[in-house]
């Protein structure tokens, strides 16, 4: 807890934003239904040392995890995270708009 209970009305940087929270070293674009990438749709993993943070802005897009076996839907405020070399896919439930964060560490989402 250290001084982080009175976070709401001292310093806004006490937050889930704070300067020990990983920042990303890069995002996609936003992609939407259509112009999502096949490559995202199918079976693919990150590199070793590298975490994914797939933001979904608007609509819903289905995470499919392929081992162990697990699927989840995002949608805003509902972050999917990767881990590397985890093999994953997503795919559009609808209209969606999406992006994905990447890390040199684990995201806080």
């Given amino acids: 807890m250290n001084g982080r209970s009175h976070s709401q009305t ?5 937050g889930p934003d704070a300067a020990s929270a ?5 995002s996609t ?3 939407d239904a259509a112009t999502l990438p096949a490559a995202l749709r199918a079976d693919h993993s990150l590199k070793a040392g590298t975490w994914g943070l797939i933001q979904v802005l608007e609509g ?11 699927t989840t839907v995002l949608k805003p405020g509902t972050p999917g995270r990767i881990g590397p070399q985890q093999v994953h896919f997503v795919e559009p439930l609808g209209p969606m708009k999406m992006r994905v964060d990447f890390f ?3 995201p806080d989402g």
């Fill in 10 to 14: 001292s310093q806004p940087t006490d």
């Fill in 22 to 26: 990983p920042a990303s070293y890069r």
């Fill in 29 to 31: 674009p936003v992609f």
């Fill in 60 to 70: 819903e897009v289905r995470l499919t995890y392929s081992d162990p076996h697990m």
């Fill in 104 to 106: 040199d560490r684990p």
